[in-house]
């Protein structure tokens, strides 16, 4: 099936066989676990657009298993050149940039630079804060928060005059719980103002988000407010299993669902979702957008080992949210 930039977008058309909202590239995963020499597995990463294409902050472990964020470009979002080398940072607003790790990266312009957010080690998993304005020097801020949290994700411009980050707090292990918070901030370094957005589904009316949740891309604003992709998981007996699913969050008090999706938008069904070194994780942390054409291009990780797209129209989107809503 053919390939092609609409609106400087990736996009492919739904099979005709298909009926499903969010429908996956047929030539994934795009980037491969081996696409750089140190890699063991590329994963969770995020993308947006840059100058004449695309830039991200990918996760890359390497072959010791250590966790690290490097950067990478793209001209049509689909083929990635990724740095061999790690991201280095400059300190930022802080002189105290110590990092164990940083992993799961998102990406987002706001105002006159790129924000970066990741899992940062610092005795614990916390969420590091970075920027840069050329994805060649990057600048790390202060820590968000105390350990231990994960998850951190910014809206893409302030509401009521503050920055705003969607977070989950968690503990220090393979997290079983976990809900999805909101903090604000005036100056991207001092964070407060934490407000409970939503909670764990029950497991008797929505089982795939019955263990814990987490917001995955940047969230995009429409018409009906904030549409926010977010992971859910369910613990099985052959272990968790991360779902994708959508919730629309009121523009002006985001901490307030509108409508949140009860059936998932997409579950682990091919192989390169059900085998790797976390089998049966579909994990999105990237969303790249058109309005005028209605086109989503959805990035996610892959069992924890590669990274793939998937593709679907905003409106249609929506409407499956508000449609099937808890």
């Known amino acids: 099936m053919k390939t092609e930039l609409t609106n400087n977008i990736p996009w492919q058309e739904r099979p005709a066989n298909s009926k499903e909202v969010l429908w996956r590239y047929d030539q994934n995963p795009i980037i491969d676990r081996y696409a750089i020499p140190s ?79 990741w899992c940062n080690g610092y005795h614990g998993p916390t969420i590091g804060i970075g920027y840069t304005f050329d994805f060649k020097e990057f600048y790390q801020c202060e820590n968000a928060f105390l350990p231990f949290n994960r998850n951190g994700v910014l809206f893409p411009k302030k509401i009521n005059g503050k920055y705003a980050m969607l977070s989950r707090p968690s503990d220090n292990g393979h997290t079983p719980f976990g809900d999805i918070y909101i903090s604000y901030s005036p100056d991207m370094k001092y964070w407060g103002e934490h407000r409970c957005v939503m909670k764990v589904a029950p497991f008797e009316e929505s089982a795939w988000q019955c263990t ?16 926010l992709f977010y992971h859910g998981v369910i613990n099985t007996c052959n272990g968790f299993r991360y779902s994708i699913g959508a919730a629309i969050l009121d523009e002006n008090e985001p901490d307030k669902v509108k409508y949140r999706s009860q059936p998932y938008l997409l579950a682990p069904a091919e192989l390169y979702e059900m085998t790797g070194d976390v089998p049966n994780v579909i994990f999105p942390c990237a969303a790249l957008h058109s309005e005028k054409e209605d086109k989503l291009a959805l990035y996610y990780g892959a069992a924890d080992t590669v990274t793939s797209v998937a593709f679907g129209h905003l409106s249609e989107i929506i409407d499956f949210v508000k449609n099937n809503t808890l």
């Open 212 to 227: 814990k949740i987490g917001a995955g891309p940047v969230p995009i604003l429409t018409n009906e407010g904030w549409l």
């Open 39 to 117: 890699s063991n597995s590329i994963f969770n990463s995020a993308v947006v657009p840059f100058k004449d294409g695309y830039a991200g902050v990918f996760r890359c472990d390497n072959k010791a298993v250590q966790m690290n964020i490097f950067a990478g470009f793209s001209k049509n979002g689909i083929d990635w050149e990724i740095e061999h080398h790690p991201i280095d940072f400059s300190p930022g607003n802080t002189e105290m940039i110590d990092s164990d790790y940083k992993y799961d990266p998102r990406v987002t312009f706001i105002e006159d630079r790129y924000w970066i957010t």
